[in-house]
């Protein structure tokens, strides 16, 4: 079993969906989580951290609960730029950051 | 620095001969790590440099590569006699702490002729 999996994908969704991605880890002493997106060709970029109380930023939200060792991504309003591949990334302190193999997203017009 | 900054952006080289890819993180990181990402797979980690601790080189794929960090700051991921598996791009990233996350280079795309 890999140490982080997400949503195998793709997702084409219609402008304005509502849509969430999922993520579970296995390793139970991971400290900090984080949500980052990868567009074609581009290095990936942190979207958001992720934190036990949930946080929103703007049409995006984060949730943690790490008795089941899941995380969680909501995206409300999609919008066409929202389109890119969504890595889930686990950090364990002291060790290397690790990541999911991510999940592409396509909002279509 | 601003950003993590990697050079050169494009390298096209011969099968067989040998290359540096030069990796100057944001100022002040401790931590610096090594990917490379083949074209519509995921991320591979490569190698992981934390302070004055010994590198985590666990994700080097074979002993024609090696990387080192010199002072603590830049980092040279060195690929020898290149093969055209080698094709990807590599990108560096640093980290002043795990727990804030990292920022990426916009990497150095890699061509095996």
């Known amino acids: 079993r890999k140490e982080v999996e997400q949503d195998p994908g793709p997702f084409n969704v219609p402008e304005g969906a509502t849509v969430a991605f999922n993520c579970t880890y296995s390793?139970?002493?991971?400290?900090?989580f984080f949500w980052y997106r990868q567009d074609c060709r581009k290095e990936p970029k942190l979207l958001m951290s992720?934190?036990?109380s949930g946080n929103e930023d703007g049409r995006f939200t984060a949730q943690l609960n790490r008795a089941s060792q899941y995380i969680s991504l909501l995206i409300r309003d999609s919008k066409l730029s929202d389109s890119a591949t969504y890595l889930c990334?686990?950090?364990?302190?002291?060790?290397?950051?690790?990541f999911g193999p991510g999940t592409r997203l396509s909002v279509l017009p | 620095g601003a950003g993590v900054s990697q050079s050169p952006s494009n390298k096209v080289t011969e099968k067989g001969k040998d290359v540096e890819l030069r990796c100057d993180p944001i100022?002040?990181?401790?931590?610096l790590y090594w990917y490379r990402q083949s074209l519509g797979q995921g991320l591979e980690f490569l190698i992981y440099?934390?302070?004055?601790?010994?590198?985590?080189k666990s994700g080097l794929p074979s002993d024609r590569f090696s990387a080192e960090r010199t002072g603590g700051s830049v980092s040279t991921l060195t690929i020898q006699r290149t093969q055209q598996e080698d094709s990807a791009v590599y990108l560096c990233?640093?980290?002043?702490?795990?727990?804030?996350?990292?920022?990426f280079g916009s990497g150095t795309r890699l061509t095996v002729v």
């Open positions: 390793n139970s002493a991971s400290q900090s």
């Open positions: 990233a640093s980290s002043l702490d795990g727990h804030y996350g990292y920022t």
């Open positions: 992720v934190y036990s």
């Open positions: 990334v686990v950090y364990n302190y002291g060790q290397n950051f690790v």
């Open positions: 440099f934390q302070g004055n601790s010994a590198p985590d």
């Open positions: 100022s002040g990181h401790t931590a």
